[in-house]
């Protein structure tokens, strides 16, 4: 059975030249059918980077709003339970559940005439959110859409 490879969507963080944050929905889709290695059977792999990363995961309390801020490194952060939003300083803001994946790639922000910077986070609804970031290395930093291919 031959199938046509997956698209993985997700919202990338990004700031233009003036320092303004904006959102935008991209696709991974470089996916190639082969294993990860060992013994596993072929899947789908969408092989990214390779280097120095860290891994942690955050339990976000219900009613948590994180003010105005960058992301302090370039990270990928998927929600694993309860929902949370982003808003950028373009005044989009986007509203993600489990399974769903956000790159934040926002440093070099500038902060606008009404104190802004970055982006702000927050729990939507009466639960916490837990969320898995992957932090890379600085090299991705500012990273735009369409870095990822």
Not at 24 to 35: G, I, K, N, T, Y
Not at 124 to 145: F, I, K, T
Request: proline share 5%; net charge negative.
């Amino acid at each position: 059975m031959t199938a046509d490879p997956p698209k993985l969507a997700y919202w990338h963080v990004w700031t233009d030249d003036e320092g303004v944050t904006h959102q935008a929905r991209c696709e991974l889709s470089d996916f190639v059918m082969r294993s990860m290695g060992g013994k596993a059977a072929p899947q789908w792999n969408d092989h990214l980077l390779t280097g120095e990363t860290s891994v942690l995961f955050c339990v976000l309390p219900a009613g948590w709003i994180g003010d105005w801020h960058e992301n302090p490194k370039p990270q990928w952060i998927v929600v694993v339970s309860g929902r949370w939003f982003v808003e950028t300083m373009d005044g989009m803001r986007v509203e993600m559940g489990p399974g769903e994946v956000s790159f934040g790639g926002d440093q070099g922000a500038k902060t606008d005439a009404q104190g802004r910077v970055g982006h702000r986070s927050g729990t939507v609804g009466d639960e916490a959110c837990a969320l898995m970031v992957v932090q890379l290395d600085d090299a991705w930093s500012g990273a735009r859409p369409g870095a990822f291919k």
